[in-house]
């Protein structure tokens, strides 16, 4: 019995074993669980090898495309069907690469492999893109070498942001250290960053300024203010974007510095970019200029104040004698009295002009904003006995603007330009002067029109130089500086002046001013 139940134990053992493999059969279909399992894994396979990100290319060791992916053709535009079987030397690698190509596919083959390599390839449509690589040798099952695999991605994107980077990084560091101004990065109050124009400022080898503390290059006196101003920039408070200050040279020489800053991120902290420009010898020569001028208007004065004491007793005693003679005298003597007086005049007028001229130049340096209407109005009230008795019309036009400017210099340009238009009116019919203006591109442009003897196109510059007088005007009038006066009164504040005219048919005087 015990035989018995051991022998049918183990056929039953074995019937089981013979079900669990039929399990796995399936006469009916021609397969079995398997086949079923692999398929699945290659359906699983081929959906990751379809979607990946990376284009898949397997070949063979004759170069011949045996697979291909979804992603490969996105990349490269062949579908698999058009380039199985293709060695792809034929439509994937340009010309000028297969050299390069072709040794990265010996090396792999022999062994030898170079996984990483990045290349141009060739699309379908004839575009050049640069694609990174991956390779990877395929071998069969007894280690023979069947072929390669290999992934690329596509980075022609990135490589030509890299390239522009590089231009630019090229560019912009020719340009820095080309540039006329010295340029530098002060970073914790150290100089991390210099140009050569810094260095040759500065009379430092640019090696040494590379770590030397920014405060050395600053004059002592101005540090306080310059040191003042660092800190706040960095603070981000408002502070002047230019300035000058002294600065100190290697061999302790002072020069003046205009400095541009602005506060920048370097290396993840805050510093300051700076642009330095040498002034030395602009300052010297405002001095120099300044000196000139101060020489010049004490000289004006004096001149004037000595000469006009002259003047005054001429007068007076011309005035005298005119008294004492009969009152129609006869001969010489009351017309040399009358050309006495008529000359001692003219000097009169000629002193106040070279002293006006002396002081044109001078505008305040606090200008303010004064309507143009007030200035018009108080000039024409003090000529208003000459514009009566020349029968003049005077128009002024309404609202007009607002300047920024020194009030006593513009009514000077007003009271200029209204007395020579006076004068080129003296034989005209019906004469008439207007003041108007126009607006401009950030100035307001004013005008004096007249309906006199007009300027020929000749004269149109020359009548702003001094002393030049147009022939036509009474002999007796001016001194040829009022328009010379003028010129530089509206150049001292940032304008300029112009006649439009034609002979016989008026004149305009512009002369702009910036907006308030």
Known sequence: MGNQDSKGQAVSETAKRSRRLADFKDPEGGGDRTREALRTSEERYRNVYDTAPLAFVIWDTECRVTDWNSRARKIFGWSRKEVLGRNFFEFLVPEHARPRVEDVVEALLLGEIEPDVVNENLTKSGETIVCRWSNSILRGREGQ??????????????????????????????LVENSLTGIYIDLDERIVFANQMLADTYGYPREELIGIESWRLVHPDDRPMTDKIRAKRLKGKKVPTEYEARGLKKDGSVIWIKRRNTVIEYAGHKAILGNVVDVTERKRAEEQFKRRNRELRNFASVVSHDLKSPIIAIQGFASRLSRSLP?????????????????????????????????????????????????????????????????????????????????????????????????????????????????????????????GIGVDAKHHRKIFEMFYRVKGTEEKEGTGLGLSIVERIVRGHGGKVWVESEKGKGATFYFTLPRA
């Not at 070498?145 to 022609?156: F, K, Y």
């Not at 994107?157 to 990084?169: G, H, I, M, T």
């Not at 129609?328 to 009358?338: I, N, S, T, V």
Request: charged share 30%; proline share 3%.
């Open 145 to 174: 070498v069947l072929g390669g695999m290999s992934l690329a991605l596509d980075i022609t994107e990135q490589v030509r942001a890299e390239n522009a980077l590089r231009e630019s990084e090229k560019k912009y560091s020719t």
């Open 327 to 451: 009152a129609e005298p006869e001969g010489r003597a009351g017309k040399y009295l009358e050309q006495i007086m008529t000359s001692a005049h003219r000097m009169e007028l000629l002193i106040a002009d070279l002293l006006a001229l002396a002081k044109s130049g001078q505008v305040v340096s606090t200008l303010r904003e004064v309507p143009c209407s007030e200035m018009v109005e108080s000039v024409a009230l003090g000529l208003q006995d000459r514009l009566d008795e020349e029968g003049i019309e005077f128009v002024v036009a309404d609202q007009l603007p607002t300047v920024r400017c020194d009030r006593e210099r513009i009514c000077q340009v007003f009271e200029n330009l209204i007395v020579n238009s006076i004068r080129s009116l003296a034989k005209t019919r019906n004469p008439r002067i207007e003041i108007g203006f126009e607006e401009g591109d950030g100035v307001h442009t004013l005008f004096v029109e007249d309906n």
